[in-house]
Each structure stands twice: as C-alpha cells, then as structure tokens.
C-alpha cells in the first residue's frame, strides 16, 4: 500500500487504538500513538496528532485528556458502559438457549465493545463450562429466521423433534414438516418459544425454537392474525405454565401470607390479593392447568391449596398420588 493511502488510514488506526487500549484508569500518551502508528507504516509528528485529536472530538469520540499523574487522552462515554456490558455478559451466559460454543463467541464479541483492561474485568464472568446449554447449535439463527418470516409476513415450516435417551433426535410427526404462520418470540422459563398461527388446528400454538430445525421461510402470506390480535401478551406468559398447551381456566388458590412475594412473580403486581384469615391470602386467576402448573402449587407445599375448580383440585390430588405410589415401600 502507498504511502499517500496509509496516510488516509491514519485516523481509523488511531480511533481504534484509543478504543482498545484506554480508558480512565488507562490514558495513551502520544509517544504510545506514535508507536501505535509506526507499527502500521504511518509517520505521525506530535503536532499532528493534537489535530487527529481534535478531529476524533468533532466526529464525536469522546476522547478526554487526563489530569492526574499519567498524561495521556483516554475514551470517555462509549457506546456500552462497563455495567451494561456486563449485564448484556451475564445474559448470554445464563442463557440456556444458546449453546456453549456460541455463548464464547458472543461474549468475545462483547468483549470487544470495550477496552482490553475491561475486557478482562468482563472475562472474569464467564463460567460456561458446567451451565446446561442447548444441544440445538442452530437455535441462534433460528431466531433471525423466524423473526425475518414475521417482518416479511410469511409462513414458515420446519421440522420439530425431541430428544432420546440415546441423546439422539426424534421427529415428531415422522419427520413431516410443520406449516405455521409465525406471530411472535416469547422468552419464557429460560426457553425461546415461537408464537404461530396453525391453520389446521384453528387457533395459536407455541414451539421451543431450540427444537426446530430445517426452518425456511415460505411465500405464503401468513393467516391467523385475527386470533393472535385476540391474544393478550402481557398476561400470556403468566397463565401458561412450562408452555403447556390447553385452555387457560379460572384458578382460585389459597396461600399462607409470605407467600405473596412468589405470587406476584408468578402473576404480576396486578394480581388482587384476597385476604382468608390472619395467615392466608388468596388469589383468582386464569391459567391453563397443566402438570407444570400443578409442580409449582406443590413446590409450596401444605402452605398453597388450589380451591376451585374442583376439577383442579382432582387433577392435583391425582398428581400427589401418582408421585407418592413412587416412594410408598413394598
């Protein structure tokens, strides 16, 4: 490359210098830049930087000249701050949906948003190895996939499987491909769920996006969108328990009063709170009875007691029954 094109490359080589190397507790003297520089085959006098300086300021780098005891310009305001990185780390990690091998490579992308000193500070956080991941490596791009089909407004289809003992897929349907018009991604019990629209069974249905493979967009326009305009997504997530499919019911429960915390994450600070007696609350609400739902009433234990409808209340009795036939002995 000629010397008059590098030339042109100088302020690039220095804004990303400064990004990678500074920060407050770091600042860059010029004798560093101008090493920096060199390094790339590009002369700089010192004159001449304070210019690339002050022309970095006016393109909008926050490039802020220290005061204490080490001279030197430092990046000031970026884009991501080191709190908001680490919570953007902290979400990938904890994320079960995204396998192993992509939650390092997304992380090193953070990484790489701030300095090299804070960048370690960032690496620190990553405890991956004994976290359960998805086995599904193509869930990251399913969700780009399905979320191109809903901006475009078109169908999808794809193929649903489930795992094995032997850790091996198996399709549902004996491999056919699913057809559905795709309405919404909804993050639910540290899963990814598909909201779609199936034309054969009349109403909305949801997918775990880490057990769909083969996803491609259709060029059928999607249908169902009066039934999805009818569905309430703030209160969806709260009355599906463990995305068990079913018809939502009016739930009556009743809880002992240090219970109210857990029942207000579980239902929202909308939920009215009845009060029974001086030790019990208890609430109405809709959710789709299901066995998910029936574990968590029973991960309460005797202080939580579904009250109607009675089916309910024989549906959990059943459960209890089944799981202590497993402990009862000979």
Not at 98 to 108: D, E, N, P
Not at 251 to 275: E, K, Q, T, Y
């Given at each position: 490359?000629?010397?008059?094109q590098?030339?042109k490359?100088?302020l690039l080589y220095?804004?990303?210098?400064?990004?990678q190397?500074s920060?407050?507790?770091h600042?860059v003297g010029?004798?560093q830049?101008?090493e920096e520089?060199a390094?790339?085959?590009?002369?700089a006098?010192?004159?001449?930087l304070?210019?690339?300086i002050?022309?970095l300021r006016a393109?909008?780098?926050?490039?802020v000249q220290?005061?204490?005891?080490?001279v030197?310009?430092?990046v000031?305001?970026r884009?991501?701050e080191l709190p908001?990185l680490?919570l953007?780390?902290?979400s990938v990690?904890?994320?079960?949906?995204?396998?192993?091998r992509k939650t390092i490579?997304l992380?090193?992308?953070?990484?790489s948003?701030?300095s090299v000193?804070?960048?370690?500070?960032?690496?620190r956080?990553?405890?991956?190895?004994?976290?359960?991941?998805s086995m599904?490596?193509?869930?990251?791009?399913?969700v780009?996939?399905?979320s191109?089909a809903?901006?475009?407004?078109?169908m999808?289809?794809?193929?649903?499987f489930?795992y094995t003992?032997?850790?091996?897929?198996?399709?549902?349907?004996?491999?056919?491909?699913?057809?559905?018009?795709p309405y919404?991604?909804m993050?639910?019990d540290?899963?990814?769920y598909?909201l779609?629209y199936?034309?054969?069974a009349g109403?909305?249905?949801h997918?775990?996006?880490d057990k769909?493979?083969?996803i491609?967009r259709t060029?059928?326009?999607?249908?169902?969108?009066?039934a999805?305009?009818?569905i309430?997504?703030?209160?969806?997530?709260?009355?599906?328990?463990?995305?068990f499919s079913?018809?939502?019911t009016t739930?009556?429960l009743?809880f002992?009063?240090h219970?109210?915390?857990?029942?207000?994450?579980?239902f929202?600070?909308?939920?009215m709170?009845?009060?029974?007696?001086?030790?019990?609350f208890?609430v109405?609400?809709?959710a789709v009875v299901?066995?998910?739902f029936?574990?968590?009433?029973f991960?309460?234990?005797s202080?939580?007691?579904?009250?109607?409808?009675?089916?309910?209340?024989a549906?959990?009795?059943d459960?209890a029954?089944d799981?202590?036939?497993?402990y009862?002995a000979?």
């Amino acid at each position: 490359m000629a010397r008059s094109q590098k030339q042109k490359l100088k302020l690039l080589y220095l804004m990303r210098f400064l990004l990678q190397q500074s920060d407050e507790a770091h600042p860059v003297g010029i004798a560093q830049m101008v090493e920096e520089l060199a390094s790339h085959d590009i002369p700089a006098e010192r004159k001449s930087l304070y210019d690339d300086i002050e022309a970095l300021r006016a393109f909008g780098l926050d490039v802020v000249q220290s005061r204490g005891k080490t001279v030197g310009y430092y990046v000031g305001t970026r884009e991501f701050e080191l709190p908001e990185l680490k919570l953007l780390v902290d979400s990938v990690q904890s994320s079960k949906f995204i396998t192993q091998r992509k939650t390092i490579s997304l992380i090193r992308k953070i990484e790489s948003l701030a300095s090299v000193h804070d960048a370690v500070l960032l690496q620190r956080q990553v405890y991956v190895r004994n976290r359960v991941k998805s086995m599904n490596e193509s869930v990251y791009y399913n969700v780009d996939e399905i979320s191109s089909a809903i901006t475009a407004d078109r169908m999808i289809r794809f193929r649903y499987f489930e795992y094995t003992v032997a850790k091996e897929r198996r399709f549902r349907h004996d491999g056919a491909y699913y057809e559905v018009s795709p309405y919404a991604l909804m993050w639910d019990d540290e899963n990814y769920y598909m909201l779609a629209y199936d034309a054969a069974a009349g109403h909305i249905k949801h997918y775990r996006v880490d057990k769909m493979a083969s996803i491609t967009r259709t060029e059928r326009y999607r249908d169902g969108k009066a039934a999805f305009r009818a569905i309430d997504m703030s209160s969806y997530s709260k009355r599906v328990f463990g995305m068990f499919s079913g018809e939502p019911t009016t739930v009556r429960l009743r809880f002992a009063n240090h219970l109210a915390g857990a029942v207000i994450d579980r239902f929202g600070g909308d939920v009215m709170l009845i009060r029974e007696d001086d030790e019990h609350f208890s609430v109405n609400v809709e959710a789709v009875v299901s066995p998910q739902f029936y574990a968590w009433v029973f991960g309460f234990g005797s202080e939580a007691e579904i009250l109607s409808p009675e089916s309910a209340r024989a549906g959990m009795a059943d459960m209890a029954r089944d799981v202590l036939s497993l402990y009862r002995a000979d």
